[in-house]
């Protein structure tokens, strides 16, 4: 089932695929792996030339104005080749950094992401309240300084970009800061994730706050909108991996022989090629369902999105395992990159149960 693009998301589509293909697909990200962070600055810079972390940011703001839909078609293609660069995490940062673009500062490094100078990552917890977990904002001096302590777990490229988007509890709300990486106070422990890419923990030790993005009353919702968005930017990033995944042990079966003839022929495996494609339009049907809500959509949809995506993916790379047999298993199988990227951003901000829990829980 093909979807209903508009000449402008083909063309932006096509584009994406183009530059990404140029850059080295997955053999380039099989190269990155345990290096400066496991992502190309010089091709993370290309792309902001490109404006795809401005998609979500109005041309006022110096962004393209579009929306769920165009970053979904983005991270579906960046998916494909299991591109390393934080695209998603950009984009959404600038997005909510466009939200302070009253303030000089905010601005500035707004500008710089969508431009690919800067890399802006949020730190927003592993939890899934609409509340900051695990950082305190506290004041000083009367009111005059703004203190941040505690630990945030599960910031991605935390040691290699040049800072963050800090959801904070305290002062009545849930207040937004932008932190600079070498803010004074704030140290980064740096661990790789299943699929060799890092992630850390940050840990705040009364540390001056930095520039404040939204208040605590603002910055509940916004904090939930940002955690809902990287919710569908996961699935969005799972419907690209599974459908490249496929796509792959599809031209395997084509080209390995058993018995004197190609393992495609035979109708175990093409049914179950069948439904593991069949999984895969689901997913995608779903995501582009959610993106029609516009920027805002609802943490129950974003929850039994990411819950569905996670599931589907999962099955259909450990279907495209199976089905490459005992090769599939070896370094050398670029299938078996496809099965730990499933692998952790179907965990990453809560896996299929955590968030089949929340889905029901909004819903009651």
Not at 348 to 358: K, P, Q, S, T, V
Request: net charge neutral; charged share 20%.
């Amino acid at each position: 089932m093909d979807l209903l693009l508009t000449d402008e998301q083909r063309l932006l589509q096509d584009s994406v695929a183009k530059m990404l293909a140029q850059a080295g697909g997955v053999k380039r990200t099989r190269g990155l792996r345990g290096k400066d962070g496991g992502f190309d600055r010089a091709v993370h810079e290309r792309m902001g030339q490109e404006g795809w972390f401005g998609l979500l940011v109005s041309p006022e703001s110096g962004g393209l104005g579009m929306g769920l839909s165009e970053l979904g078609l983005v991270l579906m293609e960046a998916g494909k080749v299991l591109a390393p660069e934080p695209i998603a995490a950009a984009t959404i940062s600038a997005y909510a950094l466009s939200h302070g673009a009253s303030n000089p500062e905010l601005a500035q490094v707004s500008s710089g992401i969508v431009e690919g100078r800067t890399l802006v990552i949020p730190a927003l917890g592993l939890g899934d309240g609409s509340r900051g977990e695990g950082i305190k904002a506290s004041t000083a001096n009367g009111g005059k300084t703004r203190r941040l302590d505690g630990n945030c777990d599960g910031v991605p490229m935390a040691a290699y970009c040049d800072g963050y988007l800090v959801a904070a509890e305290g002062a009545g709300g849930a207040p937004l800061f932008y932190v600079p990486k070498a803010a004074k106070g704030l140290s980064i422990a740096s661990r790789p994730t299943v699929d060799g890419r890092p992630f850390a923990r940050l840990t705040f030790e009364n540390l001056t706050a930095g520039a404040l993005v939204t208040g605590p009353d603002a910055g509940i919702d916004l904090q939930r909108r940002l955690r809902d968005l990287l919710l569908f930017a996961q699935a969005a990033e799972l419907v690209g991996v599974m459908s490249a995944a496929l796509d792959i042990t599809v031209e395997y079966l084509k080209t390995r022989k058993q018995f004197g003839k190609a393992i495609g022929s035979f109708q175990a495996l093409q049914h179950r090629a069948v439904d593991d494609f069949a999984k895969i339009v689901s997913a995608r049907s779903f995501l582009f369902q959610v993106a029609a809500q516009g920027i805002d959509i609802s943490s129950s949809m974003a929850s039994a999105l990411k819950a569905h995506a996670s599931a589907e993916a999962l099955d259909v790379c450990k279907s495209a395992i199976q089905m490459h047999g005992g090769i599939g298993f070896t370094e050398e199988c670029d299938i078996g990159l496809y099965l730990k990227r499933a692998m952790w951003l179907s965990v990453w901000l809560g896996n299929e149960a955590h968030h089949r829990a929340r889905y029901a829980a909004l819903m009651g």
